[in-house]
């Protein structure tokens, strides 16, 4: 199992990225998949999640309206598209299936 994520880096706040999660190894559709983070000396939070076949999704309010996560099966991959983003979006990103853990992607907002 592979999940690597990508898209990550320096942005201004008010800005935007877009992180990608490809994927390998299991059976992509079959899985609910989520975004966590982690800023530094905080615990790891969700982010968003997705069902296996895109038709619902969650979010904490600290990011709900602001990020969107997508899916495409056919592509075994997973998006995170954040908007507005602010300083305390800071921190490193990662991609999750319940049998796996990506390496994650350093995201800082910052000006």
């Known amino acids: 199992v592979q999940l690597v994520e990508s898209g990550g880096g320096l942005v201004q706040p008010g800005g935007s990225l877009r992180l990608s999660c490809a994927t390998s190894?299991?059976?992509?559709?079959?899985?609910?998949m989520s975004w966590y983070r982690q800023a530094p000396g905080k615990e790891r939070e969700l982010v968003a999640t997705?069902?296996?076949?895109?038709?619902?999704?969650i979010y904490p309010d600290s990011v709900k309206g602001r990020f969107t996560i997508s899916r495409d099966n056919a592509k075994k991959t997973v998006y995170l598209q954040m908007n507005s983003l602010k300083p305390e979006d800071t921190a490193v990103y990662y991609c999750?299936?319940?049998?796996?853990w990506g390496q994650g992607t350093q995201v800082t907002v910052s000006s």
């Open positions: 999750k299936n319940s049998i796996s």
């Open positions: 190894g299991f059976t992509f559709s079959s899985y609910i």
């Open positions: 997705i069902t296996s076949t895109g038709g619902s999704t």
